[in-house]
């Protein structure tokens, strides 16, 4: 028999960085796959110092929240295995798993030494042997590091658990509002507010280095544009004219934001530059031409529009020219944003009062609707294009959730108090 | 088959224990992968040191308080300083033409007296899309204000979209409320 394995050693370094959990928040699965693959994340033995995180639950959040997998719940386990040569796969085909992943963490004061094992519970053919070591402030970054290995090596996409996001939450505070920009963990753990004011925050944009983003602010009463880079909290105003400073979307080189000003009249693309900060203009219309975002290759934006009546979505060369429409279906198709590889386009469509998120396939334009909200906005695809985050409103309060792009399984991510609304997933 | 399993542990072990000490190449490949988790951390160590800022609030002008006894008379068309508006338009309905034209008319006697024209719309629909929306509405009322002698330095406007709702939660009742145009004396 040849056994094909890999024991990596992955250092992750200890960092300072001191983990906020996540108050209040839940993560609920609201529709699940039925095709999902079943695997079992057996409880990771624990010796030595725990830790505040259990690296085997964030693994099975991950990958049951993917939508690709189905986690076995740990009570209907018949045996906990840590260790390869304890594994009796007949236990684990019976309970009708596929695969199953093992593992051991070894606390050693500040430092964690992690080792998990994948196998395919038909053939107990071992498909993965990793270890790694994290910082007691690293956990969840090691859990959601091996969380991508295990996706990777399943499915042949890369993983997008160890990602960001970013989104704006509002909250009364003894009657007056207050506004929060934040970033999380793609999971929502960790929070941090990047900013804060008592008038609106609006439509975050990553940079595509994720070391920036972009967003609207109206903390002077009017609407402006800031780019703030993350690691210094150091934020720069670039576009603060009359009306309309609204919808700032990066270019995928970075140098140039794409935004809607209505200082010509009524709002209209504009190309920013963010070196000398000279403006082109891309459309020139009568109507409401809004919404930018650009395609991956950099060589058009799609926007909305209500030339034709009722907003749809229309494609124009950066260089200028005619704009094509894009949507057909429904009285209502906007806030384009494609996916990293450019082959799918995500939108808010709306039909008879009601707003759903779907994607349309470049390819042959077909769009196909993922959810069954009412009021569903914002979305953002995650960087492998496996899920679309959006807000959704639950009972009168604005949530994230996310759904598998083939619209099979359904999350929803929501927190204490306040409404959430506005994500976008980092790059 | 229980063979084959000890057989499978057995060969775990071996190759467990020699990757584990000798295998450069392995290694190798362990470390590129490590400092793939390296930048991980190092964004995070970013992260950790990202400093949020606190916008201080506007310029937090009261609006309203030196107006005349006429503006809180219920029976005086100054009383009434939010417009609404039918969904997905911008159109001053004809109940609020009165309404509009009596601000316009105390502007116009009083060029120095200045308004904001706040733009608002209900939550349905994506939120950029709304502060377009929004402007339409304040632009709506800023051109029949102006048709009417208020000279363009009395009158700003701002859209908020759906961000700033009059009534919170869902349903007709509160989208018809939300659905407005405030006039906000300076």
Same mark, same amino acid.
């Given at each position: ?8 050693? $992955? ?12 108050? @209040? ?51 209907? =386990? ?64 090691? $859990? ?12 042949? !996409? ?43 925050? =609006? ?74 900060? @000279? ?66 386009? $995500? =939108? ?11 994607? =349309? ?35 009168? !309060? ?30 | ?93 004809? +109940? ?37 929306? #929004? ?26 979209? +759906? ?7 869902? #349903? +007709? ?14």
């Amino acid at each position: 028999m040849i056994l094909v394995t890999r024991i990596l050693l $992955a250092g992750l370094l200890a960092s300072l960085l001191s983990v906020a959990q996540a108050a @209040g928040l839940t993560i609920e699965i609201t529709k699940g796959s039925q095709t999902a693959v079943p695997i079992a994340i057996v409880p990771f033995a624990q010796q030595g110092t725990v830790g505040n995180v259990k690296i085997s639950d964030v693994v099975s959040s991950d990958l049951g929240g993917s939508g690709f997998f189905k986690t076995l719940a740990e009570e209907d =386990m018949l045996t906990k295995p840590s260790e390869p040569e304890r594994v009796n796969f007949k236990d684990w085909q019976v309970l009708g798993q596929d695969y199953m992943v093992i593992g051991q963490v070894v606390g050693n004061g500040g430092s964690f030494n992690i080792q998990f094992h994948l196998f395919n519970v038909h053939n107990g053919q071992l498909l993965m042997g990793y270890r790694l070591t994290a910082g007691a402030n690293e956990l969840r970054r090691a $859990a959601h590091h091996i969380s991508d290995l295990i996706y990777e090596k399943l499915t042949g !996409r890369k993983g997008a658990f160890n990602t960001r996001i970013a989104y704006v939450t509002s909250s009364s505070r003894g009657g007056a509002k207050q506004y929060m920009l934040q970033v999380a963990d793609a999971d929502g753990f960790n929070p941090r507010t990047i900013a804060e004011s008592p008038e609106p925050l =609006m439509a975050p944009a990553w940079s595509p280095d994720g070391s920036k983003i972009a967003y609207v602010s109206f903390h002077t009463k009017r609407s402006e544009i800031y780019v703030q880079t993350l690691a210094t909290g150091q934020r720069e105003s670039v576009s603060s004219y009359h009306g309309i400073n609204g919808a700032p979307a990066f270019s995928p080189d970075g140098s140039r934001l794409a935004i809607t000003l209505s200082k010509d009249g009524s709002p209209d693309i504009y190309v920013l530059n963010l070196a000398n900060k @000279g403006l082109t203009r891309l459309t020139n219309s009568l109507a409401i031409d809004t919404e930018p975002s650009w395609s991956p290759d950099g060589s058009s934006i799609v926007f909305t529009s209500d030339q034709g009546g009722k907003p749809q979505l229309y494609l124009i060369p950066v260089s200028g020219g005619k704009a094509t429409r894009l949507t057909f279906q429904g009285d209502y198709n906007a806030r384009g944003r494609f996916s990293a590889d450019g082959r799918s386009l $995500a =939108m808010v469509t709306g039909n008879g009062g009601s707003y759903k998120i779907a994607v =349309m396939d470049m390819a042959s334009r077909t769009v196909n609707v993922l959810t069954d909200g009412n009021l569903d906005e914002s979305p953002s695809f995650a960087p492998n294009g496996s899920m679309v985050l959006f807000a959704a409103n639950k009972g009168g !309060r604005s949530v994230l959730s996310a759904v598998s792009t083939d619209g099979a399984m359904q999350q929803k991510l929501a927190f204490e108090s306040g409404e959430v609304r506005e994500p976008a997933w980092a790059p | 088959m229980k063979f084959n399993k000890t057989c499978l542990a057995l060969a775990m072990t071996a190759v467990f224990l020699t990757t584990g000490c000798s295998s450069t190449d392995e290694q190798d490949a362990g470390l590129a992968d490590a400092s793939q988790g390296t930048d991980a951390s190092t964004s995070g160590l970013s992260d950790g040191s990202m400093s949020g800022s606190q916008f201080g609030s506007g310029s937090g002008m009261s609006s309203g308080s030196h107006l005349g006894p006429e503006f809180s008379d219920p029976n005086n068309p100054l009383s009434k300083q939010t417009i609404y508006f039918e969904l997905d338009s911008s159109q001053v309905k004809q +109940e609020y033409v009165p309404v509009v034209a009596a601000h316009a008319s105390y502007l116009a006697s009083h060029p120095n007296q200045h308004v904001i024209l706040a733009g608002h719309a209900d939550e349905r629909g994506s939120s950029e899309y709304n502060i377009a929306l #929004g402007e339409q509405r304040a632009k709506s009322v800023e051109r029949m204000m102006k048709s009417q002698g208020v000279t363009a330095a009395q009158l700003e406007i701002v859209s908020y979209g +759906e961000e700033k709702p009059a009534v919170s939660g869902s #349903g +007709e009742s509160a989208w018809q409320q939300n659905r407005r145009v405030e006039v906000g004396y300076q």
